[in-house]
């Protein structure tokens, strides 16, 4: 992945932090995992993840109980994962990830963000070809071990590549591993920083600094969308 990856790391990370509504994201995210798999972090390995990155974020213990509990409750809403992709300013093409319980809302609210960049949304299946899933874990690299043997021992659970960067390893595998590779990672006691399917470019795109600041107006406003869990792009 090298320098690109990094870019686009940092890029999502900015943008990440600039949310306004980044803990009711990460609290829906829980409430997913607590729904599907049972409150228990440690039966439930999604619901494990999303705690540990919902605490990378500084989000509150209280916070994080509350929406453990809202999963069992009975007003819980249905919420449905959903995917939109579209194409922004400058011909960039982007993949939106969303959580919601209003479809009609959250559609309505992703072909105005598009449409009033200059864009538009797309058919559903149009960029699947354009991206490559992958399982992407982030863990605080010890001084006292070597990186090669970590390689090495990560390799049976599904490692593809391992990056890293002040201190940072990064490991990469195939998203249909992504449960295996980060299991490898706990086993070997590192401590996991953030754990999340990526959806990496193919074919990523050079954008001059004055098109990635229309680039990033639209997608600051896709991800302020309280519905919106994740975005990618072809962005290099």
Known sequence: MGRAFEYRRASKEKRWDKMSKLFPK???AIT????DGGPDPESNSSLRLAIMNAKAQNMPKDNIDKAIKRASGKD???IKEINYEGKGPHGVMVFVETATDNTNRTVSNIKTYFNKSGGE???TG???FMFDRKAVVEFVLPEDKDP???ELELIDHGLEELTM??????A?????????????VEEMGLEIKKASPQRIPNNPQEFSEDQMDEIEALLDKIEEDEDVQAVFTNVA
């Open 26 to 28: 990460l609290g829906k």
């Open 32 to 35: 997913m995992a607590a729904k």
């Open 76 to 78: 819980m809403a249905e």
């Open 121 to 123: 949304a797309l058919q």
């Open 126 to 128: 149009a960029l699947e």
């Open 148 to 150: 090669e043997e970590i």
């Open 165 to 170: 960067n002040d201190g940072v390893g990064y």
């Open 172 to 184: 990469t595998g195939e998203f249909t591993d992504f449960g295996k590779l980060t299991k490898g």
